[in-house]
């Protein structure tokens, strides 16, 4: 199809001046407006708008932007979009707020920035500005401002290209989550970044939202588990899926039936997800790299080789500890974390240093040689066996605990648990020990008294219960990535 150019730059800042000019005659001046540019083009022309008000009428305009990403009711039906940030003034009640975008088209989208708007206030009335209206609409939504009527055919593709905006990130689609290994160190901060966006809608008084509504999700758990499961399933559902619940206890597993024969039992239900936890590692790959199943899948933890998600729920539990309300785009480089304990079966340990090696920190193991993984000393990590040389040494940021995997032992790994406790517990002593930044977290179950003291569990510098909550809108961010939209290659 051949491209045709229908507005330069300088007929498009004729079309953004004449509507300035409207928006202050329909006003009456400035006074108590506010314009709020959907992302990522409205807000550019949201600021342009802003300084030609400015210029006329001798006043600053405030400027919002809304990201209505996870309001929208249409996501499984277009490529997946990074959630963009929402900076809106503390108070809209009362005033007069414009919404801008580049292209109205169905009126999907600022339907959801309608919805997204209820969120932050009250405004006395809101009003649409659009640069371009192509027409098709699917809602009865009509812009008050527009910069020019472009008829067009449905196969059509209408693209506005601003200064402001170019080198942005475009749209971004993963397809299955196996493992941090593998995962570049964009795509980590890409599913930080929306988790982010995720934690923002769950202090909503309605946590729901309707980005995966349609779509199935299939928890298939092989072994036992109480926090991964519950987390997979209430972020599904705060997505909007329809949620299955697999055990293998009780299951058709327990009669020989293969991983498979279920996969493609899963296939026939029409599963668009599927979590899986399994006791032999590389079972998630196996599922994601057959042809048994067309699904993304995520690993929720594979015997002992990895558990991707603990591991950016950690990352960002970390991120938000340190930089608080700006750790968006944060990378931890520099940052120094300690992980302790039974490395030798911790696939949670693995996750972890693979993930914040990319991330720029900096990573030590503490266990005795018994529990320290094989071929450790050939990873990119400082090994040790003393605790107390790690804390003296390295000034951790950060001291991980791990849980002793007593159900994965079938050897003596260390003389008895009052030894242990004794070497390598984060104990009260150790404790005070801390340099006074130091964040102690531990991904649960916890050995109280074993590897770590109710006195460090329970203490002001314990991230455990955030760990938990951050669990859910991190797995959001990994479900939404995987599942809304179109679907890809896989990567």
Do not use: C
């Not at 996501?75 to 959630?83: D, F, N």
């Not at 809608?201 to 779509?215: A, D, F, I, Y």
């Not at 991330?359 to 005795?368: D, E, M, Q, S």
């Not at 531990?442 to 951050?470: F, K, W, Y």
Request: hydrophobic share 40%.
């Amino acid at each position: 199809m051949t491209a045709r150019t229908v507005l330069e730059g300088a007929e498009i800042a004729r079309a953004l001046t004449r509507i300035s000019h409207e928006i202050i005659e329909a006003n009456k001046g400035a006074e108590d407006l506010v314009l709020v540019g959907i992302p990522t083009r409205g807000v550019v022309l949201a600021h342009r708008i802003a300084a030609a008000i400015e210029r006329i009428e001798g006043t600053p305009v405030t400027v919002g932007q809304l990201d209505v990403t996870m309001y929208r009711d249409d996501l499984a039906q277009h490529p997946t979009r990074a959630p963009q940030r929402t900076e809106m003034p503390a108070s809209i009640d009362g005033a007069t707020v414009v919404l801008v975008d580049d292209v109205l088209y169905s009126g999907r989208t600022v339907r959801a920035a309608l919805d997204a708007l209820n969120d932050h206030g009250r405004p006395k009335a809101v009003r649409l500005a659009a640069l371009i209206d192509r027409g098709h609409r699917e809602l009865p939504i009509r812009a008050d401002y527009i910069g020019k009527n472009l008829p067009s055919a449905k196969h059509e593709r209408i693209s506005v290209h601003l200064l402001e905006h170019d080198g942005a990130r475009g749209d971004h689609r993963m397809r299955h989550l196996l493992d941090t290994r593998t995962l570049a160190k964009d795509d980590a901060l890409l599913i930080l970044d929306t988790a982010e966006d995720m934690a923002a809608t769950q202090q909503r008084e309605v946590k729901k939202l309707p980005t995966l509504r349609g779509k199935t999700i299939v928890n298939l758990f092989y072994e036992d588990s109480t926090r991964t499961r519950i987390s997979f399933e209430a972020a599904s559902k705060r997505l909007s899926a329809d949620v299955i619940n697999f055990s293998a206890k009780g299951s058709s597993v327990s009669k020989g039936e293969s991983l498979k024969d279920t996969a493609q039992t899963l296939q026939a239900i029409g599963a668009d997800g599927v979590v899986i936890r399994h006791p032999s590692s590389g079972a998630p790959e196996r599922l994601a790299r057959s042809e048994w199943i067309d699904a993304g899948v995520l690993n929720a933890g594979d015997g002992t080789h990895e558990h991707p998600t603990q591991a950016l729920l950690d990352a960002f539990t970390i991120r938000r500890r340190l930089f608080g309300d700006s750790s968006r785009g944060h990378d931890l480089d520099g940052i120094s974390i300690v992980i302790v304990g039974d490395l030798a079966h911790s696939r949670v340990a693995r996750s972890n240093l693979w993930l914040l090696l990319a991330l720029g920190a900096h990573v030590t193991f503490v266990a005795p040689e018994t529990l320290q993984p094989y071929g450790a000393r050939t990873w990119p990590v400082k090994v040790r066996h003393s605790l107390d040389e790690a804390i003296r040494e390295d000034k951790p940021d950060v001291v991980m605990m791990l849980r002793i995997q007593s159900e994965r032992m079938h050897a003596a790994y260390f003389p008895n648990e009052r030894e242990y406790a004794r070497n390598w517990g984060l104990d009260d002593t150790r404790l005070a020990m801390l340099p006074e930044r130091t964040l102690v977290m531990h991904p649960g179950p916890m050995n109280r008294g074993l590897e770590i003291s109710s006195a460090a569990a329970d203490s002001s510098r314990s991230t455990v219960l955030e760990q938990v909550a951050n669990g859910v809108s991190v797995r959001m961010a990994a479900l939404y990535l995987l599942l809304s939209g179109e679907k890809g290659v896989a990567a």
